[in-house]
């Protein structure tokens, strides 16, 4: 019987590539798992499904782990305004988690005696499946050809060609990387310092010029509810953001970053929907929590995104901090108010029965209610005592 590998399939170059050399040079029995963590239409999905049996594939399954994502990932993203180096809303990056976990829990499942992915040795992606890999299913062996053969594209085409499969296989000028959480760019200009990315390269065109209000609502931190219409599915009212916002042409920068293999790395992102939750929900709990939770969600939530970035996802760490920002949650619940425009978004305010901004305790800069004259006197002489002692004994 022929050994099985399992194949983290997308249907581009490098996938197509390994199932058929996994299967005509090295002899395995090649089973294709695509994890769709919702950056895919059906019409893309089939399209894939006809190329995978197209190569020979034992079999082909779509994992749709989009939930999964959601409630793993997006969720505490969102919970902790995390936008890595203050840009990136760690869009396709994120992705990887769900989707390498999928597909060593489906290689465990089918008895697999091989995991492969189609990762090069340049770039972040070899180490979130790598790692993941070896933690969900450390018994089977990982195979990274693309990796361990250093082919460059021309071969891979060629070799394809060599074994009847002439897929279009054109390089486009743009990558693109598509997902619920946003889409990476990638380009010539991105190979620069200097150059950013032209109007044309962005998938999400402008289309919409009217300006335009429209009301986020959270309970709990969750994005639950658009104008007033409330989504039960979470990714629902991602999607519902999105198909708004994208003709706005909002939430594009170029994201500048350290990779995991240690070099910097550049990318343009457009990120409509995420940018527009981050900002608000961001908003929302600067009026309902603490100043010192504020603080600390700060610190917390800049080791998060960046450790999920890394794919430290199974870090115990990230479940206690996961925890904190669950807890911090508990008053982020209100309307917040965000007016759309081409190119850009305004976050203009929020309602909540927790804003602590309440006139009922005095209006900033106006108007003093539970304190006197003589309370601030005091405060002011004790809240600065340690520094005048400090600069009467060291008068020099």
Not at 232 to 251: C, K, M, S, W
Request: aromatic letters at 12%; glycine letters at 8%.
């Amino acid at each position: 019987m022929k050994k099985k590998v399992v194949l983290a399939f997308s249907g581009g170059l490098d996938t197509s590539y390994s199932a058929v050399y996994l299967s005509k040079e090295m002899g395995l029995e090649v089973h294709a798992a695509l994890a769709n963590t919702g950056g895919f239409t059906q019409q893309e999905l089939d399209r894939i499904e006809q190329r995978a049996k197209a190569l020979g594939v034992a079999s082909y399954k779509v994992l749709d782990v989009t939930q999964d994502y959601y409630n793993h990932q997006i969720k505490y993203m969102i919970f902790g305004n995390v936008l890595k180096n203050a840009t990136y809303p760690i869009s396709v990056s994120s992705e990887r988690i769900s989707q390498a976990t999928a597909v060593a829990k489906y290689a465990k499942e089918i008895g697999a005696d091989y995991l492969c992915h189609g990762s090069t040795g340049a770039g972040n992606d070899q180490v979130r499946f790598d790692m993941i890999f070896n933690i969900i299913a450390p018994e089977i062996k990982i195979i990274a050809l693309i990796r361990e053969k250093r082919l460059k594209r021309e071969e891979e085409i060629e070799y394809l060609r060599e074994n009847g499969v002439d897929f279009d296989f054109k390089k486009a000028e743009y990558s693109i990387n598509q997902g619920i959480w946003g889409t990476s760019v990638g380009g010539k200009e991105t190979l620069t310092s200097s150059e950013t990315l032209p109007e044309e390269a962005y998938p999400s065109q402008l289309k919409e010029t009217k300006p335009r209000r429209i009301t986020l609502t959270f309970e709990k931190g969750e994005f639950v509810a658009l104008d007033g219409k409330r989504y039960e599915n979470r990714i629902q009212a991602i999607q519902a953001l999105h198909d708004i916002a994208a003709p706005y042409a909002i939430g594009r920068d170029m994201h500048v970053g350290d990779t995991i293999i240690g070099i910097k790395g550049r990318v343009g992102f457009e990120a409509a929907a995420p940018m527009i939750i981050i900002k608000s929900h961001h908003m929302l709990e600067k009026h309902t929590l603490a100043k010192w939770q504020l603080f600390w969600k700060d610190q917390i939530s800049a080791f998060y995104g960046n450790w999920l970035h890394e794919g430290q996802y199974y870090d115990p760490v990230m479940r206690d901090i996961e925890a904190f920002l669950t807890s911090s949650q508990r008053t982020v619940t209100g309307d917040v108010y965000v007016d759309l425009y081409p190119y850009r978004f305004v976050v203009v305010g929020i309602q909540s029965d927790h804003d602590l901004m309440s006139n009922k305790f005095g209006a900033y800069g106006e108007v003093m209610s539970d304190w006197s004259s003589s309370d601030v006197e005091g405060f002011g002489k004790i809240f600065g005592l340690q520094n005048v002692i400090w600069h009467k004994i060291n008068q020099e």
